[in-house]
């Protein structure tokens, strides 16, 4: 399976999509759900509600974070995959983060619902043949395509990791 074309793909994703080192979307996503979780695990409930800042958000939030945006990259892939015509708004991660209600929220159901939000990700994305993987449509106001979404959301992770691990953690 082919990296996606940059040219397609509008620039503020292009740092997500360079942060994906692997050319397989499939395998790439599969083996990041495994060490990622394995990554959640290492990290203590009672460390969850940390912030890095005041007014950023929690360990548990960004996690959130993580698990709305890949719902929100997978449905505009099978959307898009469908020759769905809408044009796809943005969404505001803010206010989502804020009406998430995360805190109240269980670190080990979180971790459990991104490993669940993972794996019908990766049960979609092996649904897709090439037809499919290189359809475009509108989102957030920009054309884009369901390759990229796969690879958006991978990397989109991995940018998380790394403020996790660099910020959260270190």
Known sequence: MPRPDLQRVPSFYHNYIDLVKQDELVPAMKEQEIAFRLFLDSIPASYCDHRYAESK????????????????????????????????????????????????????????????????????????????????????GSSNYVRAFGFILVGHLIHHENILRERYLA
């Open 57 to 140: 958000w929690s360990i548990k939030e960004l996690l959130q974070h993580c698990i709305d945006a890949e719902r929100i990259f997978a449905y505009r892939s099978l959307c898009i995959a469908r020759k769905d015509q809408t044009a796809f708004p943005g969404f505001d991660e803010e206010a989502y983060a804020k009406n998430a209600k995360t805190n109240n929220r269980d670190w080990n159901s979180l971790k459990e619902e991104f490993s669940a939000v993972r794996r019908s990700s990766v049960l979609l994305f092996e649904t897709f043949d090439e037809e499919q993987l290189e359809t475009s449509g509108t989102a957030s």
